[in-house]
């Protein structure tokens, strides 16, 4: 299984920018997508998940700023990221627990760097 993420990029501090992660693969139903994000120095920490049919599970810092979404369809998560400020700039990851024919597993997306600044 493989989770290709997409659109990182550089904003000015309020601009607004989308990531996309797709997973691909032997994958039998995906229970949580989600976004963590570590900034330089810092512990990797959670951005925003959506897991089953549950609410969002949304970072307190990220609140009325980030959305997340998911496509079960197409196992797709997205993150719109609006009003972006300069404390967001760190490298995100997606990440995803999905059902294989052995069992529950999770991986990490590559990295895609996002910097804002002015």
């Known amino acids: 299984v493989q989770l290709q993420a997409s659109g990182g990029g550089s904003v000015q501090p309020g601009g607004s920018l989308r990531l996309s992660c797709a997973a691909s693969?032997?994958?039998?139903?995906?229970?949580?997508m989600g976004w963590y994000r570590q900034a330089a120095g810092k512990e990797r920490e959670l951005v925003a998940s959506?897991?089953?049919?549950?609410?969002?599970n949304i970072a307190e810092s990220v609140k009325g700023r980030f959305t997340i979404s998911r496509d079960n369809a197409k196992n797709t998560a997205s993150l719109q990221m609006s009003n972006l400020k300069d404390e967001d700039t760190a490298v995100y990851y997606c990440?995803?627990?999905?059902?294989?024919?052995?069992?529950?597993?999770?991986?990490w997306g590559r990295g895609t760097q996002v910097t804002v600044s002015s």
């Open positions: 990440h995803a627990v999905y059902l294989v024919a052995t069992g529950w597993e999770s991986s």
């Open positions: 693969g032997a994958i039998r139903s995906i229970n949580s």
């Open positions: 959506l897991s089953g049919g549950g609410p969002a």
